[in-house]
């Protein structure tokens, strides 16, 4: 993610003087970028965050129309580790014809319906990002990948190849104070899916419109994306990433004087396929119900129930060790967005909330931006964490509440 730069520009030189493009953008923007916990502690650092980015996107195309390219890194100095590094966040290459299209390099993909709640959505995420305040575009990772789209004419196909996979960027436990049942073992290692053809990952979408409604069908081949324990004793712990298999179906329409969204998955455990296993996830159904609408010109509503049902848990809790923490059976979370623009759309205020039923935790994320021109605005917010255990999804991370300040020049 942070190198192969030089390859990227060397390669889009490349694709300017073969494909003769006379369509090229330059633009990008300045980003400074900083976040603080609201909790004093003697564990970690106040400062959660602190760096300054600058984007440089460079598009073209040919003069046919049936290539392009993109391509975006962000030069970063990273003011708490003083390090200056290059992230680079996308670098692809379009060839398109009338009934198909390829997409080729460093790509950001997103499936599905969900608003932070993702079911069919398998693609890599960076939850440092999430939980550290910067903005939601780098939520999502880029994975090296081909993405092939089949458009006949009863409907739309996706297929991605991934041939080296790519981990979730998990909490920091340099920034982020968070339960690890093995925070006191030095000794820990990770195995990665061998990059070979047998461990590609592989997803496809078949999406068409019926009716007044959207209708998309997923399927993945692949792996966890967060690391689960293999191996432990009383001096080391060995992570690795279990197969997966993950099936869906989405459907979008009008109704109720809004958006409906309905989105659904089940995911295959392939190394806990009778649930015995206590450290790896079970095999689940997930479900998703959304509803979004105008409520005036200037206020947005959203609203989600989302749903996820352990299929053994029986087996689950008879093979789960005496003092480690049980998860409920099922994990139903509700949340509401809403979005509020003020003085002709310079002011944008916007609060969400997860609230987790069964686990009895929440995260309220408000947010106040303010754009003193077409280019440069400036953004408030914070993470608001709670719950009362300390395992759940959002409860252990309750003592990292942090705010944080984002000025954003673009050009």
């Known amino acids: ?70 391509a975006k890194a962000d030069f970063i100095h990273d003011g708490i580790n003083n390090e200056t590094k290059v992230d680079l966040r996308e670098a692809y290459v379009d060839l398109i ?78 920034k982020f104070i968070f339960n690890d049942p093995f925070a006191g073992m030095n000794n820990k290692s990770i195995i990665r899916p061998d990059k070979k053809i047998r461990d590609m990952e592989l997803a496809s979408r078949i999406y068409r419109r019926i009716g007044s409604g959207d209708m998309s069908i997923y399927a993945y081949k692949g792996f966890y994306h967060t690391p689960k324990v293999n191996i432990y004793d009383s001096l080391s712990v060995n992570y690795f990433y279990p197969k997966l298999n993950a099936y869906g179906a989405s459907c979008q329409l009008n109704g109720l004087g809004g958006v409906i969204s309905v989105e659904g998955g089940y995911y295959d455990s392939r190394y806990d396929k009778n649930g015995e296993n206590f450290f790896i996830d079970n095999s689940k159904y997930k479900a998703l119900l959304g509803y979004g609408r105008q409520i005036t010109n200037q206020l947005h509503l959203g609203l989600q129930y989302y749903n996820e049902i352990t299929r053994d848990y029986n087996k689950y809790k008879e093979n789960l060790p005496q003092g480690f923490p049980r998860e409920e059976k099922t994990k139903q979370i509700l949340t509401l967005r809403l ?39 400036l953004t408030i917010g914070g993470n608001i964490i709670d719950g009362d255990k300390e395992w759940t999804t959002f409860g252990q991370f309750k003592e990292n509440d942090n705010v944080y300040m984002r000025m954003k020049y673009d050009y």
């Open 1 to 70: 993610m942070k190198k192969h730069i030089l390859p990227a520009l060397i390669i889009i030189t490349f694709l300017l003087n073969y494909a003769k493009a006379n369509e090229i953008s330059l633009h990008g923007f300045g980003l400074v970028t900083y976040s603080g916990r609201t909790k004093t502690t003697d564990e970690k650092r106040d400062l959660i965050l602190g760096e300054e980015r600058l984007r440089l996107n460079l598009s073209g195309a040919s003069e046919a129309g049936n290539a392009g390219f993109n």
């Open 97 to 174: 014809e009338k009934n198909y299209d390829v997409r080729i390099g460093r790509q950001v993909i997103t499936w599905g319906l969900g608003d932070l709640l993702f079911i069919n959505d398998i693609f890599p995420k960076d939850w440092n990002a999430f939980y550290a305040g910067r903005d939601m575009e780098y939520l999502k990772l880029g994975a090296e990948a081909v993405k092939l789209g089949i458009y006949p004419k009863f409907a739309s196909m996706e297929l991605v190849v991934l041939p080296a996979f790519q981990a979730d960027e998990m909490p920091s436990p340099d």
């Open 339 to 377: 979005t509020q623009f003020l003085k002709y759309e310079s002011w944008k205020l916007s609060l969400f909330t997860f609230y987790g039923i069964d686990e009895k935790d929440s995260m309220l994320i408000p947010e106040a931006m303010y754009k003193f021109s077409d280019e440069l605005a």
